[in-house]
């Protein structure tokens, strides 16, 4: 029988029972999930993940041949890893020897393993040496290429995979690229892209006056909801495509005017669309009917706005009156992005089917060696270090997303995934609370350098690891700064400092006044109003239109 290691700092009752409702039995008592648990600190991931490298070489349980014949870079790692120090290993990750001892030795014994991780690795400043130190202690023992074995990211809905998967990047892969300027005998801009929080700095700057945002919450999921919320001011215009109001459509308003645009949710879609699973399997999703007269499918929208500003088939280069239907779209994708052949043909054979080079069972990679490549690390300091002395008023938080959420949008307060019943709460162990003079259940101030966040219910919650704390996003972005990832240019939401004081204690003489967010009534209640919406940059200016805008029913 095979083993579940899961590796959170706090013990989340979906990696440890799961019901699953095909099974009596398991639906009546639950199915067992972890075999085992390991907490280490937020942020202490790559040393972990270092320490457990470290060990499977000590006990000679690497697969040479396979390093030799199929990695480039092993005499590097693995000078490195016996050069890493064990106290080191063990203070920056927060898990004691004996404790990666146990880990190496299931992985050792393992004779296929499959490593799944999701935002926990990625949301920090060195996400993506994480990623890549996971790589590293796959291709240790073979893991790689291989049936039955591998490597699987989470990535969370469809949207987030679709719209990387077709191209929607800063810089456009060079099949892409191609692909595009042959299908349409166009000449595409080489102009640098911008990332996420590289248009929000164009904004803030002044070197950008237009913003189209295609659903999801741009306000909501940037960190430094102050910089957030200043940034989107020096836009002359932003226009949101959206199933249902949230906070960016209160705070997120631009300088000039702000336009919502309210859209079909994808079970209401007129016509037949896709979707990507966290398995890289596209399948067709036929819609429904529509619950409101007024809202438009976002397809129908873009092609009705490129249509205006560029013209038909007549005037350019592109049928935008054709791109109106989603089939037409979909045979494009086929002949522009190389692993989606299929998906010009799904319509009529109705078939999932696999996007092209995800899953392979040869050791055979796409670098021009056509070998992995093993990359070694120096291991980041943890973000305050040791936090147990009781003269350190600190936590490590990570912001996390509740049960009744999708993405930045939360259709209630209560969590069912952890048992919370509000969201204005900061969750520690009830060491923490007592080591830093708080009360469970009364109220404290939080700030640090980026924002400052007042009277906070402290909530105490013995299933994570002390020194840490979590609080729920997009609340607590106020506190969360710019910081980035160099590689990934992904903020690090998952490591914050932040110092916590009684609520009666008199105020530091520095902080930021904190946005006061819309309540999940007072959100709910926005979105009885009907129709696009305009404002001229503030929240009380929204008017009325014909259409409603109502709520997205999918899962995180």
């Known amino acids: 029988m095979g083993e579940v290691i899961v590796i959170n700092p706090v ?62 870079g092993w005499p590097a790692l693995e000078a490195k890893l016996r050069a890493t120090p064990w106290d080191e290993i063990v203070q920056k990750s927060g ?74 990047t800063p810089k456009l892969k060079d099949a892409i690229f191609h692909g595009l300027q042959n299908r349409f005998g166009i000449k595409l801009p080489t102009t640098v892209g911008l ?8 904004s803030d700057q002044g070197r950008m006056r237009f913003g189209f945002c295609l659903g999801g919450n741009l306000f909501g999921s940037n960190p430094d909801a102050t910089y957030a919320a200043r940034a989107l001011r020096g836009l002359d215009l932003l226009v949101y495509m959206s199933t249902t109001l949230n906070t960016g459509h209160a705070h997120g308003l631009a300088g000039g005017d702000t336009i919502i645009l309210p859209v079909l949710a994808r079970d209401e879609e007129p016509q037949p669309t896709t979707q990507e699973s966290m398995f890289s399997y596209i399948r067709i999703s036929d819609g429904g009917p529509r619950r409101h007269e007024g809202p438009q499918s976002e397809i129908e929208i873009i092609a009705h706005i490129a249509q205006g500003v560029l013209g038909s088939e007549a005037t350019g ?31 009529d054979t109705k078939k999932e089917f696999q996007i092209g080079g995800r899953t392979f069972h040869s050791p055979k990679f796409p670098t021009s060696s056509g070998k992995a490549l093993l990359k070694t690390h120096d291991l980041p300091e943890l973000a305050g270090g040791d936090l147990s002395d009781p003269s ?27 048992g919370i019943d509000r969201r204005d709460i900061v969750a520690m162990h009830p060491d923490d609370i007592t080591r830093l003079g708080l009360k469970a259940d009364h109220r404290c101030h939080i700030w640090n350098e980026t924002g400052r966040m007042e009277n906070v219910i402290v909530r105490a919650f013995e299933k994570i690891r002390p020194g840490n704390a979590l609080m729920y996003c997009p609340e607590a972005n106020v506190l969360v700064p710019r910081q980035r990832d160099p590689s990934s240019k992904t903020p690090a939401f998952k ?62």
């Open 11 to 72: 013990v989340e009752t979906g990696l440890v029972n799961f019901k699953v409702p095909s099974d009596p039995m398991s639906l009546l008592f639950g199915t067992k999930i972890a075999t085992l648990y390991v907490q280490p600190h937020i942020g202490g991931d790559l040393a972990l993940v270092t320490g457990i490298s470290k060990r499977i070489l000590e006990m000679e349980a690497i697969d040479r041949p396979y390093l030799e014949a199929y990695c480039e």
């Open 95 to 168: 898990v004691s020897k004996a404790d990666i001892d146990a880990l190496a030795d299931r992985y050792a014994e393992a004779k296929s393993v499959v490593f799944s991780w999701t935002m926990g690795i990625t949301h920090h400043t060195h996400g993506v040496l994480n990623v890549e130190a996971i790589a590293n202690l796959a291709l240790m023992r073979g893991m790689v290429g291989r049936e039955g074995a591998g490597m699987m990211p989470i990535r969370g809905h469809s949207n987030v995979q679709g719209i990387g998967s077709v191209g929607v």
């Open 195 to 202: 990332d996420t929080m590289g248009c929000m700095e164009a």
């Open 317 to 347: 280069p592109i049928d935008w009156r054709g791109m109106e239907n989603t089939r037409k779209i979909r045979e494009t994708i086929a002949a522009v992005v190389p692993g989606f052949e299929e998906i010009g043909k799904v319509d």
């Open 392 to 418: 350190v008023g600190q936590l490590r938080m990570m912001t996390v997303r509740s049960e009744g959420q999708f993405n930045t949008v939360v259709y209630e307060d209560y969590d069912l995934y952890r």
């Open 495 to 556: 490591c914050v400092l932040i110092s916590l004081t009684p609520a009666e204690n008199t105020k530091p003489e520095a902080y930021v006044e904190p946005f006061v967010l819309l309540s999940t009534a007072q959100a709910n209640a926005a979105a009885s109003s009907n129709g696009p919406a305009s404002t001229n940059g503030h929240a009380n200016g929204r008017t009325p239109g014909d259409g409603s805008i109502h709520a997205k029913q999918n899962a995180c």
